[in-house]
């Protein structure tokens, strides 16, 4: 597919892409569950423009929005009921973890313009990060390598390498360190 044509998340190309993308995702991509669909589900949301190493794993219950605009490194997972909410770009690193129900929004809304206006904020996710459960990463959003994201955090901030954050809003708990 052609990433030019969806450059606006209301433009006609885009909004057909998308109807084509559901209808895909409900009778192709999440009726296959198992572990054995892993490839084909990748290879679905190749067709529609994704960007996916050949090891990354999506369950099909993630809801995607927007395949052409996910890019994922090798050996990282999009957990059960992940929503990736992405009419911006997200972009998740190698051997990183987005755990269950994790809401992923790559955009909003400008509250000072009468008109509402969406505003498209890439996340991106460097590698070897772990997004725990039910965590909200919100619009413009870099998770530094290493980094991890405690369950049930709300992230409106970059957070650091190597760090761990947590709660809402997501504070530095401490240092993350790796012993062998």
């Known amino acids: 597919m ?4 969806y450059t606006s998340s209301f433009s006609f190309a885009n909004k057909i892409g998308r109807v084509l993308w559901n209808i895909c995702y409900w009778t192709l991509f999440r009726p296959f569950g198992t572990s054995v669909f ?3 589900r990748n290879f679905l949301l190749r067709v529609f423009g994704a960007t996916l190493a050949s090891s990354v794993n999506i369950y099909a219950s993630a809801k995607i929005w927007a395949p052409w605009n996910l890019e994922m490194g090798d050996y990282s997972s999009l957990g059960r009921q992940v929503d990736c909410y992405n009419q911006g770009k997200i972009s998740i690193g190698a051997n990183t973890s987005i755990s269950q129900k994790v809401y992923l929004c790559a955009s909003s809304h400008d509250i000072s313009d009468f008109r509402h206006s969406l505003i498209l904020k890439p996340i991106v996710v460097k590698d070897q990060v772990w997004v725990a459960a039910d965590a909200f990463i919100g619009p413009g959003v870099t998770i530094g390598e290493g980094a991890v994201v405690g369950a049930r955090s709300a ?5 650091e390498p190597w760090t761990v954050v947590g709660g809402n809003r997501a504070k530095f708990i401490k240092k993350r360190e790796i012993t062998k």
């Open 155 to 159: 992230v409106f901030k970059d957070v």
């Open 38 to 40: 892993r490839s084909w």
């Open 2 to 5: 052609n990433l030019s044509l």
